[in-house]
């Protein structure tokens, strides 16, 4: 069971950047997949998640409006697109499997109930 995050880069503040998390070893269709970042300095924190039916999802307050998670099953990948971004958006993305009994439409916000975990991406806001 392997995930892999990609896309990140530096971008300018008000700019859009589109995360790909690509899975291997399992389907999207038994997994939630949550996205989270880590600031320097800071703990990791919930961004996104998708659930594994992909009619569920949850978004932190602060990106809220902004950010958008989409998947495609086919593709076994899970994008995070993220409009607007802020200095504050600078962090190392990563993307982290949920539990297989979890319910097919919901997912969970907390690091403790993701694994395994991707290598993270760096995202850089600034002008």
């Known amino acids: 069971v392997q995930l892999q995050a990609s896309g990140g880069g530096l971008v300018q503040p008000g700019g859009s950047l589109k995360l790909s998390c690509a899975v291997s070893?399992?389907?999207?269709?038994?997994?939630?997949i949550g996205w989270f970042r880590q600031a320097p300095g800071k703990e990791r924190e919930g961004v996104s998640c998708i659930s594994s039916r992909g009619d569920g999802t949850y978004y932190a307050d602060s990106v809220k409006g902004r950010f958008a998670i989409s998947r495609i099953v086919a593709k076994n990948t899970v994008y995070l697109q993220m409009n607007d971004l802020k200095p504050e958006d600078t962090a190392l993305y990563y993307c982290?499997?949920?539990?297989?009994?979890?319910?097919?439409?919901?997912?969970?916000?907390?690091?403790?109930?993701?694994?395994?975990w991707g290598r993270g991406t760096l995202v850089t806001v600034s002008s």
């Open positions: 982290a499997a949920g539990g297989a009994d979890w319910s097919v439409h919901s997912c969970r916000r907390s690091v403790t109930d993701y694994s395994p």
């Open positions: 070893g399992f389907t999207l269709n038994y997994y939630a």
